[in-house]
């Protein structure tokens, strides 16, 4: 009880420390990214610092994480007059080779310093951020059956999320982060990822839906609209792989990227895992979470940071259509292109190898 009570005045004292020096630009860099992987660990469960805790109550709240929890993101709304027609860019163009190039934003890595706060199998960590039970002994990496040649179907429930590009290389914005320009969204990304699968010999559908454009709300329902409707013309479509980008920033909006410690030019990917936690019927999401275990595991055995840990949520994330489906975030928005799409090459080729069984 002492240690908390001191805890509640550390922090009352940090935010007052936060709101009066903030403005005056008082913070140094170290203090910056201690304060921004300081939030990522509180998220995802690791409290064992106090310090690094109190820091991150002065932080914003990664968006991706808690903005689905206002939607009404699990059933699919019917189509009315008023439902804005989803915008569909035009196809991928020809991926030129990888440069990597500074962007000027601060890096970090994220990495867990041991099991406090986390479910440990073999070299994965999770953290049930939801009201769903779990064990350890669940968290068995597997690879869920699926009929003859399953097929990959990648999406993008938030397409319009974009990086931080190097200076003289800036998209024309549609919002923070964001833009219609599919070069530099993450509908690239999603190219990245079905070109390596698809050289892997694995068979992709890529849709390039935008659905969180002209509206942000509701994108859920659209992209599980979507999915249904490729699954329907296809049912081979087993793997549903929903690719985002997250976002870490500062008190001040400050971006910050995360990078792989073993392969510095590719940025940090995490898996979020729904489940039936905010009440809605979800019986097989643990065999998603599964099977991001079994791709988690095959990666850091090659790349031990390329990873952060999964995080589970009460939302389901359309995960309920399928137990091969997946919510992957590609880097930050501090992250450079360049750097997401090396992520995304070593993700797809992991990715591959394990439903492969390789």
């Not at 915008?87 to 991928?92: D, G, L, R, T, W």
């Not at 968290?139 to 190097?166: F, K, N, W």
């Amino acid at each position: 009880m002492k240690h908390w009570l001191r805890s509640l005045a550390l922090a009352a004292v940090t935010l007052w420390v936060v709101a009066f020096a903030a403005p005056l630009g008082s913070f140094d860099e170290a203090a910056r990214n201690a304060a921004a992987l300081a939030l990522l660990r509180f998220e995802r469960g690791d409290l064992r610092a106090d310090c690094s805790l109190l820091t991150a109550l002065a932080l914003n709240v990664t968006p991706l994480l808690h903005s689905v929890e206002t939607e009404t993101d699990d059933a699919p709304a019917e189509p009315t007059q008023s439902e804005p027609t989803p915008v569909i860019a035009p196809p991928a163009p020809e991926l030129p080779p990888l440069t990597v190039r500074d962007n000027g934003v601060p890096a970090s890595t994220l990495r867990p310093s041991d099991g406090a706060g986390y479910l440990v199998s073999g070299r994965v960590y999770v953290h049930n951020a939801s009201a769903a039970s779990l064990t350890a002994e669940e968290l068995r990496p597997a690879v869920p059956a699926a009929s003859d040649a399953p097929q990959v179907l990648i999406i993008h429930t938030h397409g319009c999320e974009a990086y931080t590009m190097p200076p003289g290389e800036e998209y024309v914005a549609s919002d923070d982060h964001r833009t219609l320009d599919e070069r530099c969204n993450v509908l690239r990304i999603g190219d990245e990822i079905a070109r390596v699968l698809e050289s892997a010999g694995v068979a992709v559908t890529h849709d390039r839906t935008l659905h969180d454009y002209p509206n942000y709300s509701g994108a859920y329902n659209r992209s599980l609209a979507t999915v249904e409707a490729a699954r329907k013309a296809n049912p081979s479509l087993f793997y549903i792989l929903d690719v985002h980008r997250d976002a870490v920033a500062d008190a001040d909006g400050r971006q910050y990227k995360l990078l792989c410690a073993e392969e510095p030019n590719a940025a940090q990917l995490e898996f979020v895992i729904g489940s039936d936690g905010g009440g809605l019927s979800h019986p097989n999401w643990r065999e998603n979470l599964r099977l991001a275990c079994a791709v988690q595991e095959r990666l850091l055995g090659e790349y031990p940071t390329l990873l952060r840990p999964i995080i589970v949520r009460n939302s389901r994330y359309n995960q309920q259509v399928s137990p091969g489906s997946l919510l992957v975030e590609v880097g930050t928005a501090g992250n450079s292109l360049e750097e997401a799409l090396t992520a995304a090459r070593l993700f797809a080729q992991g990715f591959a190898d394990t439903i492969q069984g390789l």
